[in-house]
């Protein structure tokens, strides 16, 4: 069997090649790069996604290299709390914290060193793509042209994609854009800052501030029209009170929402920013990236090793995650909306609504949920396409009781919270976690 080659050595790359590895499948992992990016990227994923890095093997490393965080607070353009929304540190629905704080360098440290240990998989650095086919990548490394044959192709090589452009794909613009400039800086001295996010609800110039890990931070500033080389000193001055700070990286970047027009050609499939960037105020863009790749190489694996292979799982990978990520990327739309104001006359105006809006019943738990869309195009039902509080890694029937009559692995739930949650009820649960059905008795 051709060996699956996956474009892009960064977290979601090295995730897929790891769980096809997991299922037996081999792969050749090519990057331009020997090394991971060694700066701070993504800082946040949620439970959901601890998951994932479970079923790869890393979660217990993962949870000693985080934090949790504490919940999100809305402040005002005087760093006055307007809302405050507090999350408890212990574990969520899934069993890890709602949301953990992290840097992404020590992440990937934690995945590079997983695969390391897997023989079923090859990385070579240094290896710059120039074609790609259902059945071949061409890539040049030290001035050689190698082809290889590929029993699929994943390209995971970010948001500017050399694969998507091979493919012919096109981003979709989702009309979002907003420059920023983000700062990580590690101080000598604690700064007592709140566990939590805080997010600066001023039209001129909102910002974003959060606890990376101890003593690490990242602060992000909205820059605006014609503004190029901001000086630091006065934006962290509110938050340093004069106590020093150690610069690790400050770069601008554009945040835009996109969407690959096709995440797949043949047996080429993009994941990650390859296929969609999301503007990042409900942190999920790693995270669907992650579940880009806990969807497709369960499928990938079972049409490489059933007789005349599964096609249809395959096609439900786009039909699955599109939906999935739109509606993730319009609520981070939405969310960058009413926390940051917007930079029009009616921002102030829309700044007081939005302060007496916080404070509506019920909409703390909205604001604090890390339940992500339900998976549409999966089947029927109000449980069908959610994900369930436990998983398996294989197809399986969760029930309570009397099992019923099934062709897979019969899994009677014993713990309180997973039997109520099934209130008396049969699922088949995917290897993904995600379930598939539920059965009538």
């Given at each position: 069997?051709?060996?699956?080659?996956?474009?892009?050595?960064?977290?979601?790359?090295?995730?897929?090649?790891?769980?096809?590895?997991?299922?037996?499948?081999?792969?050749?992992?090519?990057?331009?790069?020997?090394?991971?990016?060694?700066?701070?990227?993504?800082?946040?994923?949620?439970?959901?996604?601890?998951?994932?890095?479970?079923?790869?093997?890393?979660?217990?490393?993962?949870?000693?290299?985080?934090?949790?965080?504490?919940?999100?607070?809305?402040?005002?353009?005087?760093?006055?709390?307007?809302?405050?929304?507090?999350?408890?540190?212990?574990?969520?629905?899934?069993?890890?914290?709602?949301?953990?704080?992290?840097?992404?360098?020590?992440?990937?440290?934690?995945?590079?060193?997983?695969?390391?240990?897997?023989?079923?998989?090859?990385?070579?650095?240094?290896?710059?793509?120039?074609?790609?086919?259902?059945?071949?990548?061409?890539?040049?490394?030290?001035?050689?042209?190698?082809?290889?044959?590929?029993?699929?192709?994943?390209?995971?090589?970010?948001?500017?994609?050399?694969?998507?452009?091979?493919?012919?794909?096109?981003?979709?613009?989702?009309?979002?854009?907003?420059?920023?400039?983000?700062?990580?800086?590690?101080?000598?001295?604690?700064?007592?800052?709140?566990?939590?996010?805080?997010?600066?609800?001023?039209?001129?110039?909102?910002?974003?501030?959060?606890?990376?890990?101890?003593?690490?931070?990242?602060?992000?500033?909205?820059?605006?029209?014609?503004?190029?080389?901001?000086?630091?000193?006065?934006?962290?001055?509110?938050?340093?009170?004069?106590?020093?700070?150690?610069?690790?990286?400050?770069?601008?970047?554009?945040?835009?929402?996109?969407?690959?027009?096709?995440?797949?050609?043949?047996?080429?499939?993009?994941?990650?920013?390859?296929?969609?960037?999301?503007?990042?105020?409900?942190?999920?863009?790693?995270?669907?990236?992650?579940?880009?790749?806990?969807?497709?190489?369960?499928?990938?694996?079972?049409?490489?090793?059933?007789?005349?292979?599964?096609?249809?799982?395959?096609?439900?990978?786009?039909?699955?995650?599109?939906?999935?990520?739109?509606?993730?990327?319009?609520?981070?739309?939405?969310?960058?909306?009413?926390?940051?104001?917007?930079?029009?006359?009616?921002?102030?105006?829309?700044?007081?609504?939005?302060?007496?809006?916080?404070?509506?019943p019920g909409l703390k738990g909205l604001a604090l949920r890390s339940t992500s869309p339900r998976l549409t195009g999966v089947g029927r039902g109000r449980l069908v396409g959610t994900v369930a509080p436990v998983a398996y890694d294989e197809w399986v029937v969760l029930h309570t009781g009397r099992p019923p009559a099934s062709t897979h692995r019969l899994v009677e739930a014993t713990d309180a919270p997973v039997r109520r949650w099934?209130?008396?009820?049969?699922?088949?649960?995917?290897?993904?976690?995600?379930?598939?059905?539920?059965?009538?008795?």
């Amino acid at each position: 069997m051709d060996r699956v080659v996956i474009v892009g050595a960064g977290p979601v790359g090295v995730t897929a090649a790891i769980l096809l590895a997991q299922r037996g499948i081999a792969s050749l992992l090519l990057d331009r790069h020997e090394e991971p990016y060694a700066l701070p990227r993504a800082v946040h994923v949620d439970d959901e996604v601890v998951r994932i890095l479970h079923a790869v093997g890393v979660a217990g490393d993962f949870l000693r290299i985080s934090r949790p965080g504490l919940g999100l607070r809305l402040l005002d353009a005087r760093h006055r709390v307007m809302a405050s929304f507090d999350r408890a540190p212990g574990g969520g629905p899934h069993g890890y914290p709602q949301a953990n704080m992290f840097d992404q360098p020590d992440l990937e440290r934690l995945l590079r060193a997983r695969m390391a240990g897997l023989p079923l998989i090859e990385f070579v650095g240094g290896a710059t793509v120039v074609g790609v086919s259902s059945a071949s990548v061409r890539y040049e490394r030290d001035g050689t042209v190698v082809d290889v044959p590929a029993a699929a192709v994943l390209g995971c090589d970010g948001a500017g994609s050399t694969v998507r452009e091979l493919i012919g794909a096109h981003l979709v613009d989702l009309r979002f854009a907003e420059r920023w400039l983000v700062v990580d800086g590690v101080c000598p001295e604690d700064l007592h800052a709140w566990g939590g996010v805080h997010q600066v609800c001023d039209p001129h110039r909102a910002a974003t501030f959060m606890e990376l890990g101890p003593r690490r931070y990242r602060w992000e500033f909205r820059l605006l029209d014609g503004e190029t080389d901001l000086d630091l000193d006065p934006l962290l001055a509110p938050w340093l009170r004069g106590r020093p700070v150690r610069i690790v990286r400050r770069a601008e970047y554009t945040f835009r929402a996109n969407i690959a027009s096709s995440w797949r050609r043949g047996r080429v499939f993009l994941l990650g920013d390859a296929a969609h960037q999301t503007p990042p105020f409900i942190g999920q863009g790693l995270g669907a990236g992650l579940r880009d790749a806990y969807n497709l190489a369960w499928k990938l694996a079972a049409d490489l090793t059933t007789p005349g292979g599964a096609e249809a799982l395959l096609d439900s990978y786009e039909r699955e995650r599109v939906p999935h990520v739109r509606a993730q990327i319009r609520l981070a739309i939405v969310a960058g909306w009413a926390m940051t104001g917007g930079q029009d006359r009616a921002a102030a105006v829309r700044r007081v609504i939005l302060g007496a809006i916080w404070r509506v019943p019920g909409l703390k738990g909205l604001a604090l949920r890390s339940t992500s869309p339900r998976l549409t195009g999966v089947g029927r039902g109000r449980l069908v396409g959610t994900v369930a509080p436990v998983a398996y890694d294989e197809w399986v029937v969760l029930h309570t009781g009397r099992p019923p009559a099934s062709t897979h692995r019969l899994v009677e739930a014993t713990d309180a919270p997973v039997r109520r949650w099934l209130r008396g009820r049969a699922v088949v649960i995917r290897p993904d976690g995600v379930v598939h059905s539920v059965l009538r008795r």
